[in-house]
């Protein structure tokens, strides 16, 4: 005798969630689009410098005995070569050459050239405002 296989019909109820009603786009609004760069700067406006008298100045404040720089004549390699400043501006993205390098000589400590030590002397930024764009016009003047 056979026996009947009862076959069991499971009629699968699918549970469509319904949706919440909650729309999941955001207007676009005008916040967070202004135009104003983020970034500020935090270096104080210069009067116009000299490059010629930035020079005298490389030399007598000793910028010289560590640093190379072509245009003053100095070969010293405890600081990096100054020849490369437009190239370690860009590296180090900190805005135009101008501002890294006014920023370099008053606050040497906030950005360190990688691979040199954080030794450059922190006093410069006693210096007259006149001297700093002094140096920063004898050092950004290629
Ligand atoms: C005792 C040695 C020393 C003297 C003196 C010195 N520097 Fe430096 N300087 C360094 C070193 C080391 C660095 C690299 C570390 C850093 O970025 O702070 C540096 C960095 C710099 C930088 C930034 C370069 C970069 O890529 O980050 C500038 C510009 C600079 N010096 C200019 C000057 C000027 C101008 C003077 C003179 C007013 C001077 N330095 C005097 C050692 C010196």
């Known amino acids: 005798m056979r ?8 009629g699968a109820s699918v549970l469509l969630l319904a949706a919440c009603g ?4 955001v207007a676009p609004t005008a916040a967070g689009v202004s135009g104003k760069p983020v970034k500020q700067a935090t ?18 404040n000793g910028c010289t ?4 720089y072509a245009p003053a004549g100095s070969t010293a390699k405890i600081g990096p070569d100054l020849d490369k400043l437009p190239q370690y501006a860009k590296q180090a993205n900190a ?4 501002q890294f390098v006014q920023t370099s000589i008053t606050s040497p400590s906030s950005y360190v ?5 954080n030794v450059m002397p922190t006093t410069y930024n006693k210096l ?12 950004t003047q290629k």
């Open 3 to 10: 026996r009947a296989a009862a076959a069991l019909a499971i």
């Open 22 to 25: 909650y729309q999941g786009t």
């Open 43 to 60: 270096t104080p406006a210069l009067p116009k410098g000299d490059p010629a008298s930035g020079k005298k100045l490389f030399a007598s």
């Open 65 to 68: 005995g560590c640093h190379t």
């Open 95 to 98: 805005g135009p050459l101008a």
């Open 113 to 117: 050239q990688p691979n040199y030590p």
């Open 128 to 139: 007259p405002q006149k001297q700093i764009a002094d140096l920063v016009a004898f050092l």
